[in-house]
């Protein structure tokens, strides 16, 4: 129905920076809110940005003002720019789509097989 591929993610030093892209493909009809989760070791999996259709971003309290969420619609593909990151984003990332396809036309979320990120020096 729909399939989401995330790429971007790895090992990078405290305080650097790394960048994610999902791209959603397969019979979309329509993608509403896309968004990147993240799953740390031994915790529960939990919101980091996300953004409407429109462009309105949201963020985690812990992420806010180092990451920026953007989006293409015409490629439906959604991005992540991480910078000054900390020990404590270390976690996989899993991109999330709510969307609606041809085989079935209500909304459902949809989400990507993730990425691991890894912050240490």
């Known amino acids: 129905q729909v399939q989401l591929v995330e790429s971007g993610g790895g090992l990078v030093q405290p305080g650097g920076s790394l960048r994610l892209s999902c791209a959603a493909s397969?019979?979309?009809?329509?993608?509403?809110?896309m968004g990147w989760y993240r799953q740390a070791p031994g915790k529960q999996r939990e919101l980091a940005a996300d953004?409407?259709?429109?462009?309105?971003?949201t963020y985690a309290d812990s992420v806010k003002g180092r990451f920026t969420i953007s989006r293409d619609n015409a490629k439906n593909t959604v991005y992540l720019q991480m910078n000054s990151l900390k020990v404590e984003d270390t976690a996989v990332y899993y991109c999330?789509?709510?969307?609606?396809?041809?085989?079935?036309?209500?909304?459902?979320?949809?989400w990507g097989q993730g990425t691991q990120v890894t912050v240490s020096s």
């Open positions: 953004i409407t259709s429109g462009g309105k971003p």
């Open positions: 999330n789509a709510f969307a609606s396809s041809k085989l079935s036309p209500y909304y459902s979320d949809y």
């Open positions: 397969g019979s979309i009809v329509s993608v509403n809110t």
